[in-house]
């Protein structure tokens, strides 16, 4: 199983950034997924998360400018980013709670990170 994050990059004040992440690998179901991140001299906060009916939560600081979703058939999981700030810097991760068929053929459940995605916001 692994979580792949793409979308990163560097914004000025104001722009607007999408990010992306894909689940793949012997995957049954994706409960959970979310997103998070982590700023300079900073711990890994919760951004957004969304639930697998489509039930979303937001961290104070996203409420109204970021926008989480999913496609639970691309088993993809999507942050869009506007009216970014030069405090939304930070590495993204994304994140999954997911049941998956393990290396002895069992079904298991792991929550599982994607690699991180820097987003850079210029003022």
């Known amino acids: 199983v692994q979580l792949q994050a793409s979308g990163g990059g560097l914004v000025q004040a104001g722009g607007s950034l999408r990010l992306s992440c894909a689940a793949s690998?012997?995957?049954?179901?994706?409960?959970?997924m979310g997103w998070y991140r982590q700023g300079p001299g900073k711990q890994r906060e919760l951004v957004a998360v969304?639930?697998?009916?489509?039930?979303?939560k937001y961290a104070d600081s996203a409420k109204g400018r970021f926008t989480i979703s999913r496609d639970n058939v691309k088993k993809m999981v999507y942050l869009q980013m506007s009216s970014l700030k030069p405090e939304d810097t930070a590495v993204y991760y994304c994140?999954?709670?997911?049941?998956?068929?393990?290396?002895?053929?069992?079904?298991?459940?792991?929550?599982?990170w994607g690699q991180g995605t820097l987003v850079t916001v210029s003022s």
């Open positions: 994140n999954a709670d997911l049941y998956y068929r393990g290396d002895d053929g069992k079904t298991r459940r792991n929550d599982y």
């Open positions: 690998g012997s995957i049954f179901i994706i409960n959970d």
């Open positions: 969304i639930t697998s009916n489509g039930i979303t």
